[in-house]
């Protein structure tokens, strides 16, 4: 299982360069991956919306509203919610580059869904849940989940299905692929920005989904933990 992989300290000099192998999540401590993580999406919205201003100036289609858009900005900082989620969803800090995984997936098979200001905060929030509940033995429910990402249950309830249905249930994140983005993501700790974060990375780190079967077991997996009760 990849969760004991990451756990038990692969490739250690990359979780250390992250500040992955800490044990006090709980604690508000900043880890780096946080910082890192927001710098990238920081850059990747403010480009989405330097091209969204050219697209409207040109009169063209706008890209498409979905549920993870919001009305306006939350004035949150990415990095500010991120700390919020780190500081009370007590999940794994792998969680996080997992969570990144999932939109960089989403992202490549949804183009017309870019990451913007009006949507991050809701991609951020489902995905680190939906990360969880795939990496962590132990994870909060969806209503307190809601409270930690400013929404309401019935919004987040929504708001992971969407998710999970745009990947196609496609959760699965191998140790080779975890280590992928973890090397994307000190690259960006190394040069500060000096690559494209943007550059789609299904194909050096081989995200095909997998299996059939594989998609299955996920599918079935995802539908028990889905459930809107209790941990």
Request: glycine residues 6%.
């Amino acid at each position: 299982m990849i969760r004991e992989a990451i756990h038990g300290g692969l490739r250690s000099d990359l979780y250390r360069t992250l500040d992955l192998n800490g044990t006090d999540s709980g604690l508000c401590e900043r880890q780096r991956v946080l910082s890192v993580l927001s710098s990238l999406l920081e850059r990747v919205v403010a480009r989405n919306e330097r091209q969204a201003s050219t697209v409207n100036n040109r009169s063209l289609s706008p890209p498409k509203l979905t549920v993870f858009h919001g009305l306006r900005a939350p004035t949150i900082s990415i990095e500010k919610y991120l700390e919020r989620i780190f500081k009370y969803a007590n999940c794994s800090p792998s969680c996080f580059v997992v969570a990144y995984a999932y939109i960089d997936r989403l992202t490549q098979q949804q183009p017309g869904i870019p990451i913007t200001s009006l949507n991050v905060h809701r991609l951020l929030i489902t995905s680190v849940m939906v990360a969880a509940k795939f990496l962590d033995d132990a994870y909060y429910n969806n209503a307190y989940y809601a409270k930690v990402g400013g929404v309401t249950t019935l919004e987040m309830n929504r708001l992971e299905l969407e998710f999970l249905f745009r990947l196609d249930f496609r959760l699965q994140v191998t140790v080779s692929v975890f280590d992928s983005y973890c090397s994307h993501l000190t690259r960006e700790v190394a040069y500060e920005g000096t690559f494209q974060p943007e550059r789609a990375l299904q194909y050096q780190c081989g995200l095909d989904g997998g299996s059939a079967q594989g998609k299955v077991e996920t599918q079935q997996r995802m539908v028990v933990r889905c459930s809107y009760g209790g941990l």
